[in-house]
Each structure stands twice: as structure tokens, then as C-alpha cells.
């Protein structure tokens, strides 16, 4: 098994995703649990670099934009790759986009040096992910993933981003996909 990527993330709490329709086959949709926010992803560190990174987090909080952030989600998009080959469909974010925008900003470099990992130059892109296709998912799989991403309307789902957690994979990969190890109140 290849090592376990470890990310910051905010949780998100996903009780929409219940009525939503099943995703096509070579998809899988997230465990309610599992859906979060991705503040910074910190790949496969290890757990001591993660938990620094963590830590950094910790510190240097006081000094991002404080407080619970209210948001909604909007249209359901392919990300990671291109249209044709992407490797999640996620929520973007209508509002709130840009509050998340800025703690990400005011946060992420200080985590990835306390990582040992290279910044990220690219600005911020807030989304949910709700699921991925399957590694042997082929073209006619994603496209019908993003059919079935076009019937979702997500627009008006409100949530309240209140903490912030440290997320590796779970041990019990059938059922859920990740795991909290540590967690912070905004």
C-alpha cells in the first residue's frame, strides 16, 4: 500500500449529499464523514511532518481572519487534470469564496515550510469534493460522471465552516476514506 497522504482541511457537515442521486458506476461518492474543504495538502509527509505542519497551523492562527466562516455551494465542476481525465468533482464555493480565500492565503505558506514542501503558487480554488472516479474508470465513466455532476443542484446548500482538521486515510478504506487525527476550533 502506498504511504498515506496526509492534508488541512475544514469538515464540512454533508447530510445534502442523502438525497442526492447515486453517482454513475466507476464513481465513488464520499462517506458524509469524509467530505471536507481542503486547506493544504501536505501528500505522503509522514506523521511527525504532519503534525508539525499542523502545529504551524496552530500558531500562526491568531493571526488569519478569525471566526466561523458561512458558505454556500454553487455549480459541481471536474478538478485536478482536464475535463477529460480529472480526479475529483467537487462544490465550488458561491458564498464565502472569498473569506476562505484569504485564511488560506494568511495560512498556507507557514504550513507547507513547516512541512518541508515547496509553496504553492497558485491561488486558491475553495470546493468541496464529493467523490472521485475510480481508478479504472475510463472516458465513458467520467463522462457520465460529469453528466451526473450536471443534474446535481447544489445551489443554496449553506454550511458553517467552524474548525479546522488534520486528515490522513483510515484504516478502514471500504468505509470511510479518511480519519481525523487532530482538530481546532476557529
Known sequence: MPRPNWFLAFPVEAGFLAGSPPPPPGFRLFPAEDVHLTLVFLGGCGEEVAQRAFQAFEERLPQAPRGSIPVSLGEVAPMGGSRKDYTALSALLERGREQVTAFTLALRDAITDAAGLRRQA???????????????????????????????????????????????????RRERLFRIVAELGL
Open 122 to 172: 497558485r491561488p486558491p480554488k475553495p470546493h468541496v469534493t464529493l467523490g472521485r472516479p475510480k481508478r479504472r474508470a475510463d472516458v465513458a465513466h467520467r463522462a457520465a460522471g460529469l453528466e451526473w455532476a450536471a443534474g446535481l443542484d447544489l445551489r443554496g446548500i449553506e454550511r458553517t465552516l467552524e474548525r479546522v482538521a488534520l486528515y490522513t486515510w483510515s484504516e478502514t
